[in-house]
């Protein structure tokens, strides 16, 4: 079962409009949003194995992946995405994104996808070499254009955060174009999580991403912080986290 959270969906071209006119759109949507019925869209974040969902995130996945990186990915689960735990944002039956974790520990001790070639995570980090660390990496983080704003990806960055300390995770990883570490480092800080950046270590070239610079962040998991939404979040209706 999921819990809900409400929350309002951005214009994605308003975010180059010039100031002015950002105020202006800003006003019409706040007297919008005070004499509408209904006025943000109910979003579902469900940690699931639905096939009919899972579908539609892969196919989400590809399109986009194939429009922003012009990388080609197959509209089907891959080799990655078996043994993992995807988080899926959904209106209704109607799938718009998702993100996908993968996890490490003494019972589950394949490589990550980030480890590929020689490169090891631990040999950067000598503390996953205790017997009985676990940790992670997510990524594959997609949303629909008309979707992306609002706080949704921080909402979801929570939610795979809070999943991480469910399963025992004590750091997680993932890595990001050059263009896009700082935004992400700064969506962990509105989470009150320590994330840095690793520009001194040196990450593989991966397939099909052989034109990107990327970097690695990592963070530091906090139970402590589970269930508590961004400061600037708006409040969701069930505050309480419930996986799938």
């Given amino acids: 079962m999921a819990d809900r959270f409400t929350i309002p969906t951005m214009?994605?071209?308003?975010?180059?409009?010039?100031?002015?006119?950002?105020?202006?759109e800003r006003e019409e949507e706040a007297l919008r949003?005070?004499?509408?019925?209904?006025?943000?869209?109910?979003?579902?974040?469900?940690?699931?194995?639905?096939?009919?969902l899972?579908?539609?995130?892969?196919?989400?996945?590809?399109?986009?992946?194939?429009?922003?990186?012009?990388?080609?990915?197959?509209?089907?689960?891959?080799?990655?995405?078996?043994?993992?735990?995807?988080?899926?944002?959904?209106?209704d039956n109607f799938c718009v994104g998702g993100i996908r974790i993968n996890t490490r520990n003494p019972r589950k001790n394949y490589l990550l996808p980030i480890e590929i070639a020689d490169f090891r995570l631990e040999?950067?980090?000598?503390?996953l070499l205790h017997g009985q660390m676990g940790y992670c990496q997510f990524g594959a983080l997609v949303l629909l254009p008309e979707f992306?704003?609002?706080?949704?990806?921080?909402?979801?960055?929570?939610?795979?955060?809070?999943?991480?300390?469910?399963l025992n995770c004590k750091m997680m990883f993932l890595f990001a174009p050059v263009f896009?570490?700082?935004?992400?480092?700064?969506?962990?800080?509105?989470?009150?999580l320590k994330a840095t950046i690793h520009y001194e270590i040196d990450l593989p070239t991966y397939p099909n991403l052989e034109e990107f610079q990327n970097h690695l962040v990592s963070?530091?998991?906090?139970?402590?912080?589970?269930?508590?939404?961004?400061?600037?979040?708006?409040?969701?209706?069930?505050?309480?986290?419930?996986?799938?």
Avoid: C, W
């Fill in 33 to 52: 949003r005070h004499y509408s019925r209904n006025p943000y869209p109910e979003l579902t974040f469900e940690f699931t194995r639905d096939p009919g």
């Fill in 219 to 244: 963070v530091v998991t906090d139970e402590s912080l589970v269930g508590k939404p961004a400061d600037f979040l708006i409040n969701s209706e069930n505050k309480s986290l419930t996986e799938a």
């Fill in 123 to 127: 040999k950067h980090f000598p503390q």
């Fill in 148 to 166: 992306r704003g609002a706080g949704i990806t921080t909402e979801l960055f929570r939610r795979v955060h809070n999943k991480a300390v469910a």
């Fill in 11 to 24: 214009n994605h071209d308003s975010a180059t409009a010039p100031a002015s006119t950002r105020d202006m």
């Fill in 180 to 192: 896009m570490v700082e935004h992400y480092r700064q969506i962990f800080i509105s989470l009150r």
């Fill in 54 to 91: 899972l579908h539609q995130y892969y196919r989400i996945r590809s399109d986009e992946y194939k429009a922003v990186h012009r990388v080609h990915l197959l509209a089907t689960e891959g080799e990655e995405d078996r043994g993992s735990h995807i988080l899926v944002v959904r209106r």
